[in-house]
Structure formats: structure tokens, C-alpha cells
């Protein structure tokens, strides 16, 4: 029987799982064993964003046995219907997988589907995974977009942000990289978000939807993706509460 996340990566042959003789070399495991481990056997509801060939939300179904629902969002020809149940379609067919599990159809770029899947599946997320379409102005409409229907507590990632180092002739997927920002740059002005308490109004982050970004309460930069957690609802006073030491604050 597997029992780690590491184990159910490399039965199902993505890549990421460590290096292995199965396709695995992201080591993203080395990351979500420790984040997900507690709340493994947990009603979690997961979205993963890229369902190309299936074998990343195998391996999330096999191993959150108990979750409420898992969804995927696929885009192009890996899905014929707008929306079906996983054990519809032959590549997300899972043996012993009980948790709920359904596909939609649409591209993680149109802000009009993303709210449509939103409406329909009532948001309330717990995870959110993008290893969608790995455009960099793709990515930051899609969490713009989905951040406000993650639950407090929740998590959210950005996979495979190697694309933002990329050379702008190289296309990602069927999409140029032409004009496209570096995810990495614009995700680092978070930390300023996030302690925009001990900020001067002049100063401080040029993050254009600070709004958007007031319940995160950290982020983390690992190898490769962008780890993004949501405040507790307990903990949105410390994040909001004045600063005892305003007059020591620089105004440019």
C-alpha cells in the first residue's frame, strides 16, 4: 500500500514527483508532503489547474481518499464535454479513488469561465494548484480571480514558474512570451502587501490589486512555484491592526 504523496506521484508517472526512472525530476513532493500531511484525511476541496494528461490530479485523488471534491479545469482537445465527472473520461479514471472529482472545460485566461466555475462549483476552495497554461499574465488573472473563493486557511500554488526566465521568442505551449511580466518579480511585491502596516501611504507596493491580495498571509518561494496562504479569520486583526510606531515610518 502507498502511503505518501511521493508514492502516489510515482505510480501515476508525473513529473512531480523527485527524480525517478518514471518521469519524476520537479520534486514538488519534498514541498506538499509537509503542507498537506495534516490535513490529508480531511473533506478538502482541491482545484488543479492543467489536466493535460491526467496524471497529477490521479495521484491528488488516490491520496486525498477523503476529500469533498477535487476539480480539474482542462483546456484544449484533452476534454470533449464543458463539464463531466472524472470517472467519465478515460485518462482521470481512478481505481479506489472515492473522493467526488469532476472536469470543466475552459481557459484559465477568461476571467467570464473562471467565475462561471466559480458560481457553479460554490468556490469554498481549500487548495488550488495552477499548472495550466504557464503564461505569466494568464497566472496572475486566474488568482485574481479565484483568491477571493479560497477559504480561510487555504493554499494556493503557482507550479512551474520557470517560464518567467524563459526567452521571450520561445512560446509557451501554443502562447508567445512576448510582453510578458516575470511572475517571480510581481509575487515578490507580496511581502510588502502583507506588511503594508508599517508602510507610509507613499510607500510600498506597486502591486496593482493590493485589494485582491489583503487576506494573504504568506508567501513562500520555493523551487520552481509560488506557495500563497490565506489569513485565518482570526488573524485578519493582526494584519490590519494601526502601527504603534507610525512616526518612525520613512515617507519615500
Not at 481557459?107 to 466555475?117: D, I, P, R, V
Not at 505569466?136 to 479565484?146: C, D, Q, V, Y
Not at 521568442?169 to 517571480?184: A, D, K, M, P, Q
Not at 506557495?227 to 482570526?234: A, C, F, Y
Amino acid at each position: 500500500m502507498i502511503k505518501n504523496l511521493e508514492g502516489h506521484m510515482r505510480k501515476q508517472g508525473t513529473d512531480k514527483a523527485c527524480p525517478n526512472d518514471r518521469g519524476g525530476h520537479r520534486g514538488y513532493t519534498r514541498y506538499y508532503e509537509r503542507m498537506f500531511e495534516p490535513c490529508r484525511d480531511k473533506p478538502v476541496r482541491l482545484v488543479k489547474i492543467g489536466v493535460k494528461d491526467s496524471r497529477s490530479i490521479n495521484a491528488w485523488r488516490m491520496y486525498f481518499t477523503k476529500a469533498a471534491h477535487i476539480y480539474g479545469i482542462a483546456y484544449g482537445d484533452s476534454q470533449q464535454a464543458a463539464t463531466q465527472a472524472c470517472d467519465t473520461y478515460d485518462r482521470t479514471q481512478v481505481v479506489a479513488a472515492n473522493a467526488p472529482c469532476s472536469l470543466f472545460k475552459g481557459n484559465q485566461s477568461n476571467k467570464t469561465f473562471l467565475q462561471h466555475f466559480v458560481n457553479i462549483t460554490h468556490g469554498a476552495f481549500n487548495i488550488v494548484i495552477d499548472d495550466g497554461s504557464h503564461v505569466p499574465s494568464h497566472r496572475i488573472t486566474t488568482f485574481e480571480t479565484l483568491w477571493p473563493a479560497v477559504l480561510p486557511g487555504g493554499v494556493y500554488i503557482i507550479e512551474d514558474v520557470e517560464t518567467s526566465y524563459w526567452n521571450p521568442n520561445t512560446g509557451i505551449y501554443e502562447y508567445s512570451s512576448r510582453n510578458e511580466v516575470n511572475l517571480v518579480d510581481v509575487w515578490k511585491e507580496m511581502p510588502h502587501v502583507i506588511n503594508r502596516g508599517f508602510l507610509s501611504v507613499r510607500a510600498g507596493s506597486n502591486y496593482s490589486h493590493k485589494n485582491v491580495c489583503a487576506s494573504v498571509e504568506s508567501v513562500e518561494f520555493g523551487q520552481n512555484l509560488i506557495i500563497v496562504r490565506k489569513s485565518h479569520s482570526e488573524d485578519q486583526s493582526l494584519l490590519l491592526k494601526p502601527y504603534r510606531f507610525s512616526n518612525n515610518v520613512k515617507l519615500g
